[in-house]
């Protein structure tokens, strides 16, 4: 069981910078894949980055590469996503998400996935 608490969002200006934090509870967190996906009013949950729990790889949206980078750090039991060049489009609630790390090959990016998920953080990018 992993208990995931997010933190970080805000407003900002387009162009500007967040880094968001997901604080993890629960054991053996680094055996956990981990992703951020983020949802905006009347459309599904949307995978933004993964981070594979062997360190291996990680993986992002094609709307985000380049301009956000997620990290993972097992001794602290913390995610992070660092928001770079955000656009008014990045506005959206965003979730930190976890799900047992060694059923899959990489980061899976359907929200079906992950079995483990944070209460949301809003990011609102102004124009």
């Known amino acids: 069981q992993v208990h995931l608490v997010e933190s970080g969002g805000g407003l900002v200006q387009s162009g500007g910078s967040l880094r968001l934090s997901c604080a993890a509870s629960?054991?053996?967190?680094?055996?956990?894949?981990v992703a951020w996906f983020r949802r905006t009013p009347g459309k599904e949950r949307e995978f933004v980055a993964g981070?594979?729990?062997?360190?291996?790889?990680?993986n992002y949206s094609n709307s985000v590469k380049g301009r956000f980078t997620i990290d993972k750090n097992n001794v602290e039991n913390m995610v992070y996503l660092q928001m770079n060049s955000l656009k008014p489009e990045d506005t959206a609630v965003y979730y930190c998400a976890a799900t047992f790390g060694l059923k899959y090959r990489t980061s899976p990016t359907s929200p079906s996935d992950y079995d483990f998920w944070g209460q949301g953080t809003q990011v609102t990018v102004a124009a």
């Open positions: 629960g054991r053996a967190f680094s055996t956990y894949t």
């Open positions: 981070f594979h729990w062997s360190a291996s790889s990680t």
